[in-house]
């Protein structure tokens, strides 16, 4: 978090900000702080302008061993320079339903790894079955009632408990995805983004839950870039070396635009629309996995365009921008 510094006042911090309502003088500072984003929202309504840069560009800017002083030098430093990309300050509601996703990825990843936990157990006692959480859920009840020779009364429990748990996860990502639907029929930003081919409410609440209304000074092509859907380079002396997509970005945003996308390839093949033929002529000469990156990296540009001009999408692959 950036503004400038006063080194006349110093106070503790409070997370009321109870501290700035007492203060007549209010310092300018650079610093970082734990809950930046409530903290910066806390500035912003006491007139501060805050700017939030990511760490990974101070980091460069540290020239000795990491202390209070050597951060302290590094953010002013990285703060002056013009091309330093700052972070979205997110409002109460963005933050809100951001939670809801963040929790949602932590129950989907805890219930792979105890699928992935319940598939290696069963394989120690000679129990092979086939890889999927509902093909799981099905098979556990015959597992637990065939009379299997080798299961003990100890591991039937165990494998009884860890199913339930699965079951418990499995509902609680439910509950939430349904609340992130009601979110994104409220959001005007939200219904615009889900009516682009393969981006769903999921993704489409996610983009607006991290990147906002599109107020930053991005293009199309940065903000693909951001995510991480664009070739990373290796270049020099005017030779070009392009590598693959690099990890920009969050990667949770990323995977739902991959995932969803991926979903139109199997309906592209026979289709006689502009995008289902570009789709079918790149599937050709490429393989499936560059077909995804790059409709992904179209959809990302597009999105932006809707975001950053509050326009409509048509299905003719024609933005409808406010106003037209």
């Not at 990491?66 to 963005?94: G, H, S, Y």
């Not at 979110?183 to 906002?212: F, H, Q, T």
């Not at 932006?304 to 921008?321: C, Q, S």
Request: aromatic share 6%.
């Amino acid at each position: 978090m950036s503004t400038a510094s006063s080194p006349e006042e110093t106070v503790a911090p409070r997370a009321d900000g109870s501290f700035l309502r007492q203060s007549t003088f209010m310092p300018d500072w650079h610093g970082g702080l734990c809950g930046a984003l409530h903290w910066a929202r806390l500035l912003q309504g006491f007139g501060r302008t805050v700017q939030l840069m990511a760490p990974q560009f101070v980091k460069a800017d540290v020239k000795t061993n990491k202390n209070d002083a050597a951060d302290f030098a590094a953010i002013c430093e990285a703060a002056t320079r013009l091309d330093v990309c700052f972070v979205p300050i997110k409002a109460v509601e963005q933050q809100a339903i951001l939670s809801v996703h963040r929790a949602r990825a932590a129950f989907v990843k805890v219930g792979t790894a105890t699928a992935s936990e319940i598939h290696s157990l069963l394989a120690e006692f000679g129990i092979v079955i086939p890889q999927g959480i509902h093909t799981i859920c099905r098979r556990i009840p015959e597992i637990l009632e065939g009379g299997e020779s080798e299961l003990t009364r100890t591991f039937k429990q165990l494998l009884r408990a860890l199913s339930d748990h699965l079951k418990e996860l499995g509902r609680q990502v439910e509950a939430l995805e349904q609340d992130i639907q009601c979110w994104c029929r409220n959001s005007a930003a939200s219904v615009r983004l889900a009516k682009v081919p393969g981006i769903g409410p999921l993704a489409a609440s996610a983009v607006v839950a991290i990147v906002g209304g599109g107020g930053q000074n991005f293009s199309g092509r940065q903000f693909a870039a951001w995510l991480g859907l664009v070739l990373r380079q290796h270049s020099r002396g005017g030779k070009s070396t392009l590598l693959g997509i690099g990890k920009r970005g969050d990667s949770y945003l990323r995977a739902l635009m991959t995932c969803g996308v991926r979903a139109l390839l199997r309906f592209a093949t026979g289709k006689t629309d502009r995008a289902s033929t570009w789709l079918s002529g790149v599937m050709i000469r490429r393989h499936a996995n560059v077909a995804v990156v790059a409709l992904a990296s179209k959809s990302a540009r597009i999105i932006w365009v809707l975001l950053a001009h509050k326009g409509e999408f048509r299905f003719d692959d024609t933005p409808v921008f406010a106003g037209t």
